[in-house]
């Protein structure tokens, strides 16, 4: 299961083959490395189908946004721009297909979307608090940041439900509220101060502190299946841009 890899490992997999996808400009390799992502994601975690589509949708619409620029607005190789208008009779498809910028514009819009699917690979398959040990433990991060950035991502849920209390409330009093009003917004990140202060002073009162040792519930190792899954990956993306090629 992909839960059950090192989450350092996994981080540094993915920053490692999202640098190697940067230098190479092969749409073959795009689309490999997100159908794999893919393929991983729904056969080896316990994600549904439902969620990955959600996360998905927004990639799909950027990359397909990214493709229409590159399509339009790219230069071709003899570094003049297409003059698409030449070319309005014709269907839309058949000007795509003349389009000297098609290639360019499949590149960028498929990178972006490899890009996220190594990003979802790691965001639907990684615990929150898993992750935060893993870095604590193989990377030695300070246990004061790593508590601090615990708590601030374990209170986003309690401010998402005080934004909509306070909404409630000015409903309520007959006040109208709009949607980007800020008014909402103020009074919610006043209360999630009063929420961060009195979750400092409950780690003083129970004796935390930085320096001192301590024992911890998870100590998460690296196991060589982590270091081969890793291996893998990125032997794969090597070996994509080396065989793609020809």
């Not at 999202?18 to 073959?28: A, K, P, R």
């Not at 570094?79 to 960028?108: E, F, H, I, K, W």
């Not at 990178?111 to 965001?123: K, Q, S, V």
Request: charged share 10%; with cysteine.
């Amino acid at each position: 299961m992909l839960e059950r890899w090192n989450p350092t490992v996994k981080a540094a997999t993915v920053l490692v083959c999202v640098i190697l996808l940067s230098f190479e400009y092969l749409v073959s390799l795009n689309l490999l490395v997100l159908g794999c992502c893919l393929l991983l994601v729904v056969f080896g975690s316990r994600v549904s189908i439902k969620k990955l589509g959600a996360l998905l949708l927004p990639a799909l619409v950027a990359a397909f946004g990214l493709f229409v620029m590159g399509l339009y607005y790219a230069k071709s190789g003899s570094g003049q721009a297409v003059d698409m208008q030449a070319l309005s009779a014709m269907p839309y498809a058949v000007r795509a297909a003349m389009s000297q910028n098609l290639y360019t514009a499949l590149q960028l819009a498929t990178r972006l979307l490899a890009f996220a699917g190594l990003g979802i690979l790691f965001a639907l398959t990684t615990d929150s608090d898993f992750f935060i040990a893993s870095l604590l433990h193989q990377c030695k991060l300070p246990p004061k940041f790593a508590y601090g950035i615990l708590a601030a991502f374990h209170l986003m849920p309690g401010m998402v439900r005080e934004y909509d209390q306070v909404r409630t409330a000015f409903a309520v009093r007959g006040l109208k509220i709009g949607v980007f009003s800020m008014k909402p917004v103020f009074t919610m990140l006043v209360n999630s101060v009063r929420w961060s202060e009195s979750v400092a002073m409950a780690m003083e009162s129970k004796g935390f502190c930085g320096t001192a040792p301590r024992t911890y519930y998870t100590v998460p190792q690296v196991h060589p299946a982590d270091l081969l899954a890793s291996a893998l990956c990125i032997g794969g993306v090597i070996a994509g841009m080396l065989f793609l090629h020809y």
